[in-house]
């Protein structure tokens, strides 16, 4: 069907345009013109309260036989929540820079001028950036040849803290002019708060690469969450939806019933934010998590934070469980928040042997989040309550919290 939508120019002043879509959308839904081949975006056309119900029914399918699901907890206003936004660059015919993201599945660019889910200050520094390129002579990079130098753009936003971190991907270090690309850049945008060169110089689908060099400002940004600051640099991992994230973990503390008596393990913890915030109501808190850029943001953090009582340790989640196990140590609480492939049986039966009160599982996976209650439910762990909060209104993407309590 055809239908008119609304969406933003570059210049910021709305345009009418027609565009086609198979979805089934309402005059009150606003449509991306580029979401069939974006394919980030599987609600497109579809009323919110709509998206809500699906992911309901979603939950209740696959976590139901564990216990009762929850109202899904939704968002006020669904558009532009994300602070974390990416760009790819590429020309069309007849060499005009495009920047967007990849289609669906493939490594082929879609031109993106505005998105409906990301910040909208991000996407005009992002079409800023595309616009400069010409001019400092700045090729982009062709993932065929490995010939050019921007591969990727990421902008991180404080939500709170209104920090932006604009985060180039380059082939090499050698950046043509790069003071004066961050003046002009900054003239635009004197809102940007550091400007960080990031080399990647891999043939390698992941967007950043090891090393970082600091442009302008101090190479990361600071937000705060639940009443504490946080230091995100430029690789570390960081929920892309403030607003509901503070929902989630509030949510992960009333379930964790602390009351200043506890030892506490926050697994797979990224800057250390659970771990962090858990810490005002704990005796000790115990942190582990893999990336090691992660581990010294949450070390600062817990210093900038006066945190005295929670200590990281940089570790695979599961070896390091195992070592509490074999070290026979005990824990009341354990919060784990493992990646989309969900925790290992190994966590799992050492989290266990440490014979926690309460486990407060929060997982971006319905799927491994069902394998994972079955192990516990077999192991004496039911779950208690199971939240559901919509971090990622317009797509699939389903958050869980549940409560773990022994039997
Ligand atoms: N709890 C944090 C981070 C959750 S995202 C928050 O709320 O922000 C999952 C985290 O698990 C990421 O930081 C990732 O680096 C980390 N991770 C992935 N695999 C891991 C493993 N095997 N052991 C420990 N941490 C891991």
Redesign the pocket.
Known sequence: MEKKITIKNGTGINRQKTARTTAQPTDSVPVCPVHKKCGGCCYQGTPYKKQLSLKQRQAAMLLGKYGEVLPIIGMKDPYHYRNKVHAVFSFEKGGHIIAGTYQEGTHKVVSVESCLIDDEKSDAIIRTIRSLLKSFKIKIYDEDTGYGLLRHVLIRRGFTSGEIMVILVAASPVFPSKNNFVKALRKEHPDITTVVLNINDQRTSMILGEKNITLYGKGFIVDSLCGHTFAISPS????VNPVQ?EI??QTAMAYAGLTGREIVV??????G??GIIAADKAKEVIA????PA?VRDARNNARHNKTGNIIFYQ????R?LNSMQEQKARADVI?M???RAGSTESFMESAISLKPKHIVY?S?NPETLARDLAYFKQHQYRAEKIQPVDMFPFTDHLETICLLSKL
């Open positions: 570390a991992f960081y929920q994230t989630l973990y926050d697994a797979y913890c990224g800057i934010t659970i582990v998590e893999l990336n992660a570790n695979d989640a599961t390091f919060f928040d493992p990646p929060i971006c």
